[in-house]
């Protein structure tokens, strides 16, 4: 019997015992191949050395110092490194490190708010945010999600985030519009609401670049993040950037807004920030909101213990320059045309796949049970959860979930292998994925 509450009390889960590459074995030395990253974390596989290295040799320097007191080298260097490769504004910007990317959510909001407040302008407390967005799992980034069956237990704990829709082209777009067009009519309800708040009430606007967990890998069209710059700017609104999921070279830049042509406030950033081999998260804040702090009292209003952990931060930058040295952004580039092309090739016509989408190497397919009516399975099914289960029955890790229709239906499956995989397992992760999504999709339709 575990006594470790799982995510699942009511099963048991292999334990895992070792890795090799981007393959994981456990207890009983069956191999599976991580075709997700472990919810795009693991970027780097299982066994990088040089990764495993930078940590063993910061943990026989200095493990830990409390923030009040100290700052460390790896905490620095990281941060410096982040950012000299950031986005345009944040030259003179600074970065906070913590442990998740709930947390990282949970301190942009706040830095959000002492901004505003460093400032003078006290009535700026209100959040917009995307609908069919996951943020986090801490009741701030919850809340600041739009995942309906997520918050629902917890809907009277929540704060009240307002919502517009996502740049969502599969569900959204009308049949005469181009993409400008639907970009900047989506981009444009972020304007309709912050008037409906009042202008001088909101103090942020978060979003996703690619959208991840809640809608499998959806990019945004050209122009939509542009018109959102704008529409922030022109009412004095932060944009934070969420790419917890999307950063870090998964879409095949270190940032995925380099893609977009606008720079955000704020950027939390996590998953494969440490690639696993130690728990890591970011918020990055630009000079304009330094400047706010440094005018104002100078201090930050968050403080959480293992902020800029030692042994964190040198793995995190560890990673980083394998990314750097090894190229990776641009064979994440390379492998991310490979996929697609197999992708399409396998499913652009197969009757249940409504929609192929991601950048990089963050691909999603939902599944639909009508092509033509982009009609979903009854979410009672749980098609995701089936067809998630008999990928790893069959030695393979994916990331399939439910919800990207209205929060509840809609299945869709996310894979985001490794920046290190190989042609090879380009090929295992297609036929895995093959075998196990008709198998279940044979069981619902005969």
Not at 235 to 249: K, N, P, Q, S, T
Not at 334 to 348: D, H, P, Q, V
């Amino acid at each position: 019997m575990s006594h470790v509450l799982h995510r699942n009390i009511s099963i048991s889960v292999p334990i895992v015992k070792s890795a090799d590459g981007n393959y994981l074995i456990d207890e009983k030395g069956k191999r599976y191949l991580d075709a997700s990253g472990g919810a795009a974390v693991s970027c780097l596989g299982h066994t990088n050395s040089r990764v495993i290295e930078a940590i063993k040799t910061q943990l026989d320097k200095v493990s830990f110092a409390h923030t009040g007191v100290f700052s460390n080298e790896p905490a620095e260097a990281l941060a410096t490194y982040l950012i000299e490769h950031a986005p345009e504004g944040f030259g003179n910007g600074r970065v906070m490190f913590l442990g998740s990317g709930s947390e990282a959510m949970e301190a942009a909001l706040k830095l959000a708010r002492q901004y505003h407040l460093e400032r003078g302008d006290e009535k700026r407390s209100k959040i917009i945010a995307r609908d069919k967005s996951y943020h986090g799992n801490t009741l701030g980034a919850l809340a600041t999600g739009g995942h309906k069956q997520r918050q629902k237990p917890f809907d009277p704990l929540l704060i009240d985030v307002a919502h517009i829709p996502p740049c969502y082209a599969y569900r959204y777009k009308h049949d005469h519009e181009t993409d400008i067009e639907f970009g900047l009519r989506m981009a444009n309800t972020l304007e309709e609401e912050i008037l409906n708040q009042g202008p001088e009430t909101v103090a942020a606007f978060v979003a996703e670049p690619v959208s991840g967990a809640s809608l499998g890998a959806e990019p945004a069209v050209p122009g939509y993040f542009k018109r959102i710059r704008e529409i922030c700017d022109k009412y004095g609104v932060l944009f934070i950037a969420d790419e917890v999921m999307c950063g870090m070279g998964r879409t095949g830049y270190l940032f995925a807004m380099e893609a977009e042509g606008a720079c955000p406030d704020i950027i939390t950033i996590a998953k494969g920030l440490g690639a696993g081999y130690q728990p890591i998260a970011a918020v990055m804040a630009n000079e304009k909101i330094i400047k706010a702090i440094l005018e104002g009292s100078g201090n930050l209003w968050n403080g959480h213990t293992y902020m800029s952990h030692a042994i964190a931060c040198a793995g995190a930058l560890a990673v980083l320059k394998v990314i750097e040295e090894d190229q990776l952004l641009g064979a994440v580039r390379i492998k991310g045309e490979k996929l697609e092309s197999m992708l399409r090739a396998e499913f652009e016509n197969h009757p249940n796949i409504g929609d192929i989408r991601g950048r990089g190497l963050f691909w999603g397919l939902e599944i639909v049970k009508d092509k033509k009516t982009k009609e979903p399975f009854p979410a009672e099914l749980n098609l995701a959860g089936k067809i998630k289960t008999d990928i790893l029955e069959n030695g393979m890790l994916s990331y399939p979930s439910q919800g990207c229709v209205d929060g509840k239906a809609g299945d869709h499956i996310l894979l985001a292998p490794p920046y290190t995989v190989t042609d090879e397992e380009l090929h295992i992760i297609l036929a895995t994925t093959k075998k196990c999504l008709q198998n279940q999709l044979d069981k619902v339709t005969s």
